[in-house]
């Protein structure tokens, strides 16, 4: 039953998020979160973190690890399955006919119409974890690790990894 | 050979590329059409558009598609595994490094540290979302309205996202061509 569950939970992330894998992201939260409570809101923002200090495809490293943490090595594998095989398949399947349609206006206006669909789904997390941030450790460090980060990251051009590395650190040493 | 040649390719674009898959496309380009020459820069376009047309992470359609083209089904596996394998890997050994001490008050400390930063990351995603959508042939106005219409079917009516993005799919692929369409004026 786990096995069903963890598939459908990355399936329809996949199959739905246009735009690549951060799209997904808040399609994966939806499921995992909301629906099926595997994770809380603050367990989710550790793996968005994590998630976003390694390198490599975002999808698959929630997909990953989530399957892991719910079902071990078998759990990790479903999950990463449904989130990369449907739309491989249906691109390596389609391809004649994804060639002749790929200029298509209906098949570019499906990505534009899904963008800002995506942006509220974003937005309404930005605000979950901002919350749940604030009731943990309250206003004051929450708006000043946030202003910190967004002035080294955005600013400053510091590499995402290095400042999530300093947040742990100051978290370890000034929040414990 | 060609197999080995694929892993390295995939394996270096995927743990060079930070901020998910549609940020590490650039480094697959460099592998494929400079490094190996599996094909040239029109093609590449030609599959990168391809996977835009549809749903789903970008890097893993990538790679398991120029993996089949290269080296047929085992390069498709040898090409995902590449991609996705080494991070995943690291993902779960560092969370669960972290969830065995999370009694410890110095780790929940810096769990707690770095949520407000992933809300700024959030944050910005969310806005790179925004600003692509009202840039685009949507326009800043319907934009506007799609989030605002999105916001209270998820809020108030309590609208599962997937049937919202089901119905607008729908909605794309049905809506006839308008001439407009052309001179890029309409949604």
Not at chain 1, 40 to 66: D, H
Not at chain 1, 140 to 154: D, H, K, P, R
Not at chain 2, 156 to 168: E, K
Request: glycine share 10%; charged share 15%.
């Amino acid at each position: 039953m786990i096995y069903i569950h963890l598939f459908l939970a990355f399936f329809i992330p996949g199959i739905l998020g246009y735009g690549g894998g951060p799209s997904s992201i808040p399609l994966v939260e939806n499921e995992v979160v909301d629906r099926y409570e595997w994770l809380s809101v603050k367990e989710f923002s550790e793996v968005l973190a994590m998630g976003n200090a390694l390198p490599g495809p975002i999808a698959t490293k929630m997909a990953g690890y989530i399957g892991y943490d719910q079902a071990g090595i078998t759990g990790a594998v479903v999950a990463i399955f449904a989130t990369v095989a449907p739309s491989l398949i249906l691109m390596i399947s389609l391809l004649s006919l994804l060639m002749k349609y790929k200029e298509s206006p209906r098949v570019k206006r499906m990505t534009i119409v899904v963008r800002p669909i995506i942006a509220v789904l974003l937005g309404i997390m930005t605000y979950d974890f901002f919350f749940t941030s604030y009731e943990s450790v309250g206003m004051l460090q929450t708006v000043f690790i946030g202003g910190a980060s967004y002035i080294l990251m955005e600013k400053l051009k510091v590499h995402p990894a290095y400042v999530i590395a300093g947040a742990l650190l100051y978290g370890g040493i000034f929040l414990g | 050979m060609k197999h080995l040649n694929i892993f390295i390719a995939f394996f270096r674009s995927g743990i060079l590329g930070y901020g998910g898959g549609p940020s590490s496309i650039p480094l697959v380009h460099k592998e494929v059409v400079e490094t190996f020459k599996w094909m040239d820069s029109d093609e590449f376009a030609d599959v990168l558009a391809l996977g835009n047309a549809l749903p789903g992470p970008i890097a893993t359609k990538m790679a398991g598609y120029i993996g089949y083209r290269v080296g047929g089904l085992s390069g498709m596996v040898v090409a995902l595994t590449a991609s996705v394998l080494p991070t995943v890997i690291l993902m779960i050994i560092l969370l669960t490094a972290l969830n065995t001490f999370k009694d410890k008050p110095w780790v929940s400390g810096m769990s707690s540290a770095v949520i407000p930063v992933v809300a700024v990351m959030l944050g910005k995603l969310t806005w790179d979302f925004f600003s692509k959508s009202g840039k685009s042939k949507l326009g800043w106005m319907w934009s506007l309205l799609f989030v605002a219409g999105s916001l209270l079917l998820l809020e108030v009516v309590n609208v599962h996202p997937a049937m919202i993005i089901f119905a607008l799919l729908l909605g794309a692929l049905l809506k006839k061509n308008s001439p407009a369409e052309q001179e890029g004026s309409s949604s």
